[in-house]
């Protein structure tokens, strides 16, 4: 693990990007999903008990809106408000959250297309919100994308097209797909130049953070330990924004990066984003070679730490956290096998105050398989 000597306590430049108000002004549009509702918070006390810690709760994100992973917080927000703001141009009119399922404002929907990159979970998202407003969503994967995400993609109504060895080709594919075509490129990544939209995303995933500070207020009081695992950023830096702006800056805040494509350790230690050459990881939700801007600009100033796990670490603490009740793919698991590492090191362990009265909080950000739920009706 390498701690953050940039470190810097939550301040106003970082509620503008990320704080507890943007859960408030997300809420009424990912609410529009027939099917959001909060996830459950889970206590795992056999296994605080055997890392020896307080307590231990996981936000389990793979029932979110019957989509297998948080994703869809983000896919929807950022695209009701694309859309809200389309529609208000067109109808010279402020258009309210409630009513963007009106006829009026689907009409104009109609003749959106939304495209995006994706390694799976962000095209589903993008494209049941797409389905959910009356647009067109076109998602890219690369070739290292799993066959299943594609028929998973089909159901939820998107046009999928493979291309690219990796996600940042099939990213550079989308972006030029969008400017060919006069399509609105969603992306979960940010570059200079490219903020609001992917800040829309992770102002979206701050619902989930908000579920679970509420549920751990009334449980046990706020965490004192978060680990969250990392692609591009987003969720890491959509949870530190939120948690730090609604705990202060006493807990701890871990990002947990698989070995393959450790492109936020290595950006934090230039303090830079950087593109990092990575070996093949079968954590492929979370191989991004290149962190989002945003969220690195945001993580290099509020996490502690950031740390590499391995694919088998990962992969075993799946197959822990599935037997104690919590069934989690390894890509849901990565923040948990971070937590799994370093309890087991005593001079880490000392380090960051990990002791036997930590309450720590992990993010289960996606389900083992693809669940067998019909896309949303209406
Ligand atoms: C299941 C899962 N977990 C974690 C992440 C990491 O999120 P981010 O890319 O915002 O860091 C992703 C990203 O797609 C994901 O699909």
Known sequence: MQL????????????????????????????????HEATPLLPLASLARELDVGAIHLKAEGGRMGLGSFKPLGGVHAVARLIQAHAARRLGLPVLPTELRSSAVRSIADGLTFVCASAG???????????????????????????????????????????????????????????HNGWILVADSSWPG?????LDIMRGYTLLLDEAADALDRMAGPASHVFVQVGVGG???????????????????????????????????????????GAPTTLGRLDCKEPSLVAFELLA???????????????????????TGAPLSACGAAGAAGLIALAGDAS????????????????GSEAPAAPTLEPPGE
């Not at 919100?129 to 799993?146: D, R």
């Not at 959509?238 to 947990?256: H, N, P």
């Not at 990990?354 to 909080?361: H, S, T, Y």
């Open 235 to 277: 969720l890491a830096a959509a949870a530190a924004g939120y948690l730090r702006d609604r705990w202060g800056d006493g807990f701890t805040f871990i990002a947990v990066e698989p070995a393959g494509a450790p492109c936020l350790v290595e950006s934090a230690r230039v303090g830079h984003p950087v593109r990092v050459v």
């Open 194 to 198: 490219y903020t609001d939209i992917p």
């Open 348 to 363: 880490l362990r000392r380090a960051i105050g990990l002791d036997a009265g930590a309450r720590v909080l992990l993010i």
């Open 121 to 179: 979970n962000h095209g589903l998202a993008v494209a049941a919100a797409a389905q959910l407003f009356g647009a067109t969503a076109v998602v890219f994967i690369s070739e290292t994308v799993p066959e299943s995400f594609v028929e998973r993609l089909g159901r939820q109504g998107a046009r999928v097209v493979r291309m690219g060895a990796d996600y940042e080709a099939s990213m550079a594919e989308a972006a030029a797909a969008a400017d």
């Open 4 to 35: 953050n000597p940039a470190r810097v306590s939550y301040a106003a430049v970082d509620r503008a990007l990320i704080g507890r108000g943007h859960a408030a002004a997300a809420r009424p549009y990912v609410a529009l999903h027939p099917r």
């Open 301 to 323: 100033r509020l996490a502690d730490g950031f740390m590499i796990i391995s694919d088998a670490q990962a992969a075993a603490a799946a197959r822990r956290l599935t037997e």
